[in-house]
């Protein structure tokens, strides 16, 4: 069986094998703020799993991204696709787009049936990270 993985850190992903589960974790500090945000999607049956370890994703994902089911899968892959492919290309061009935003590229293959939750959270990952960043992946407008 293949594995695929990938660790970027703070602004990160894990697409790797595991077993199914959906286990947001928030520690805080003294002040109610989050310290380390940590949303984790993993699927036996598709072997990969997607861990986002970024502060203040987990609260956004659960007030402001649309529901499970408000998109299609296959709207979500179309999304993903092309912000992925141009995620990859600012981390390879370093020298024009900061490295601390762009450290790793993510493994996401166009023809792979990752499932809807891995689709579901890459794409609001990739909407939070244009919105919190003031970034424009590809052709289409975040928005949630």
């Known amino acids: 069986m293949m594995k695929w993985s990938l660790l970027i850190i703070v602004l990160s992903f894990f697409i790797i094998s595991c077993s199914t589960s959906y286990n947001p974790k928030t520690q805080t500090a003294d ?3 989050a310290v380390n945000d940590t949303v984790r999607i993993a699927n036996d049956e598709i072997e990969y799993e997607v861990i986002i370890i970024e502060p203040g994703f ?3 994902l659960a007030s402001r991204a649309m529901p499970r089911d408000y998109y299609s899968q296959s709207y ?3 999304r993903n696709n092309v912000w992925v ?3 990859n290309s600012r981390v390879l061009q370093s020298f024009r787009y900061d490295p601390n ?3 790793m590229q993510i493994d996401y293959r166009r023809g792979i049936d990752y499932g809807y939750e891995v689709n579901y ?3 609001n990952y990739l909407v939070y ?3 919190t960043y003031k970034q ?3 052709g289409f407008q975040a928005r949630i």
């Open 101 to 103: 935003l762009y450290p």
């Open 121 to 123: 959270l890459l794409y």
């Open 129 to 131: 990270f244009q919105l």
């Open 31 to 33: 002040n109610n703020t």
């Open 136 to 138: 424009k992946l590809g």
């Open 58 to 60: 987990n609260a956004w």
């Open 85 to 87: 492919i141009e995620y």
């Open 76 to 78: 979500l892959e179309a």
